[in-house]
């Protein structure tokens, strides 16, 4: 049988990977899309699938999509992203309104399976390696909206007889990552010959390619799986070493300035994973090792770098 | 220097208490009502606060009507409260979506505490006597939605420099409560001579007077405490035991027929507090003992019933 997919959030960085896995795994994808969103990041995919123009704040109009596209697995991605501010920024209050809009559309159709993408960042902060029986405690707007939807979708799916995952991500990079975030900013200020000023970097993460991420939460859905799952490598890494490997990738590691730049409040020591259900449970492997997915990176970035240290809208 | 009130819900059965209190203890109260709404509950009020005509779901006309009022607290009950459906409504997501709307026009006001009213129902099932300490597990969507949005109003708050309440109610009688709850459709049917099917009823609740209720919001209101706060009296009780005591005061005890239903599936054997920061950091004391409370209850449903068994409209 076919798997009808009805995937929001497909033009951001980690929802165009994932709306171009469940493509490729041959599912039935109908993408909602704002009608201002910028669709070029998956246009490539456009005669695979039905682009759905609406918003999730028009319920009435998302409801007949919906009807529509019949789908057996609901992929709810659409968040409020713009780096740095998502922490604290009133948008997460959009967010949830729009989620709460989208599961009541929901409850018109059959779909019996929903996949909540939500974050490392719901975790208790002291608590260093996470697995998914670690307390969940929000101390951001952020967090807690997220929390917030899951505890909806949760309920909601199980009224229903159905299932739900929460599919918390932890540190994603690779290709279309906003310019202004970790990776991408030093892979670009080395690539353009720039001094990279840094924090210390002893900062625990885990992180996981695009591609990767995106493979597990087509392995999620799929499954039968249902709570909480890390979307995790479950390996962790400093950030000096993340920005040392690209260093010595690039050929420049003497542009990177360690310790340069000041903690930042939001800046948790830890923020790692152990092995969790996804290996244990649903024996998912990561295609990537950081240093070749760091390689990968770097790679496009040499692609979609027009000058030196600028970077074409596109790839954005 | 004057406190200033925004309340949602005011139409409601606490809501209606709420406000009556409000204006008791001299704030200045704005409270938001439906165009639709009947406004009985509150007219005796209407020259002691100011209606504000509005609706949750239009943040625009919200925003405007907020900083006009420009208030020192915000006392957030509205919700989704229809008899037996609530536990499960999908309204409840609409609740959720409109306090996210709610915060979101608050935002635009100098407003730093927030009351939120959430319920004992957010507490995990097997939990028995719960206080504040106690942990957090949503088995309905109801539940859910409830600490979804004290999740969101937390945050919110602290992320503003201000301070947030869960104000947790237990069980909430008195005049005006539905007519289809415990209390008054034991009153309604002894007072009409009518025969009281009931459950066993060794369901152990905390039954609290409505206008105690309003009574320790006020003080929650007032103070400086944050985080959850549960409105009980901290006294666990039989619903068999409250059902006696009513058939007592009646004068028709013969007519109650316990054991006659069988137990719902969400009903839990214990909902109880014990006594909680209301008692050990307000010294918080209810006016009402339940013999006491429910003696005030019966005699405003003898005066408010026309005839035997029928229960005037402006009563429920």
């Excluded at 989620?99 to 929901?106: D, E, F, G, K, V």
């Excluded at 000096?240 to 590691?253: D, F, K, L, T």
């Amino acid at each position: 049988m076919t798997t009808r997919v009805f995937l929001t959030g497909a033009t951001g960085f980690v929802g165009s990977h994932v709306a171009r896995r469940l493509v490729q795994a041959g599912c039935q994808v109908s993408a909602l899309v704002r009608p201002t969103a910028d669709t070029t990041p998956i246009a490539d995919l456009k005669d695979s699938l039905t682009l759905v123009e609406g918003d999730l704040r028009d319920g009435d109009a998302l409801e007949r999509s919906l009807v529509a596209s019949d789908p057996t697995v609901c992929v709810h991605l659409a968040w409020y992203a713009a780096p740095k501010q998502y922490l604290h920024g009133l948008e997460n209050l959009e967010a949830v309104a729009a989620s709460a809009t989208l599961l009541r559309a929901l409850a018109r159709t059959g779909c019996r399976r929903i996949v909540f993408v939500g974050s490392c960042a719901e975790y208790e902060p002291s608590a260093g390696c996470v697995d998914e029986r670690s307390p969940v405690r929000p101390t951001t707007l952020y967090a807690a909206c997220k929390q917030a939807v899951w505890l909806m979708v949760d309920q909601f799916a199980r009224a229903r007889g159905g299932t739900a995952v929460a599919a918390r991500l932890f540190h994603v990079y690779g290709p279309r990552e906003p310019v202004a975030r970790l990776v991408p900013s030093v892979i670009t200020a080395l690539l353009a010959g720039r001094p990279c000023p840094l924090t210390r970097g002893d900062q625990m993460r885990d992180l996981l390619h695009v591609e990767d991420v995106a493979g597990a939460i087509w392995a999620v859905a799929r499954s039968e799986i249902a709570g909480a799952v890390n979307i995790a490598a479950g390996m962790p890494v400093s950030i000096a070493e993340v920005a040392q490997e690209i260093g010595r990738q690039v050929g420049r590691p003497d542009l990177l300035e360690l310790g340069r730049l000041p903690q930042g409040a939001d800046d948790r020591r830890w923020l790692c994973a152990t092995r969790g259900r996804l290996q244990t449970e649903l024996e998912w492997k990561p295609r990537f090792t950081l240093p070749g997915g760091l390689a990968h990176t770097i790679e496009w970035w040499r692609t979609h770098i027009r000058h030196a240290g600028r970077v074409s809208p596109l790839s954005t």
